[in-house]
């Protein structure tokens, strides 16, 4: 991954963040990191644990923020859930997966987030 495409990213994460602040969450870990891989964000959203994707796209135009995260990545982002919970003892946890899409192009910024995206 080039150095530009690795500080889009972290900046679109940031500003994924932020949003979601915004909108109430309460961010409880950032890139959190275990054998299988990486969870974007972990937060709670009321009483319910979230699991969020953050997609940052230079492009026009967004497409479908629900088919930025391909069924193979809802698979790898349910057994990192899977195992967050596991290793921080989160049985019976109510959990969803949102995704967060965020769009840069023409400089101007647009966050688009779903909320249960999909399911496990």
Known sequence: MTRSRLELGKTGEDWAADHLLGLGYRIVERNYR???????????????????????RRA????????AVTVRKQKKLVQLARYYLKEHKKDGVR??????????????????????????
């Open 34 to 56: 275990c054998p299988l891989g990486e969870i974007d964000v972990v937060a709670t959203d009321r009483d319910c644990l979230v699991f969020v994707e953050i997609k940052t």
């Open 60 to 67: 026009a135009s967004m497409g479908q923020v629900k088919e």
């Open 95 to 120: 959990c969803r997966f949102d995704v967060v899409a965020v769009n840069t192009a023409g400089g101007a910024r647009r966050i688009e987030v779903v909320r249960d995206a999909f399911t496990a």
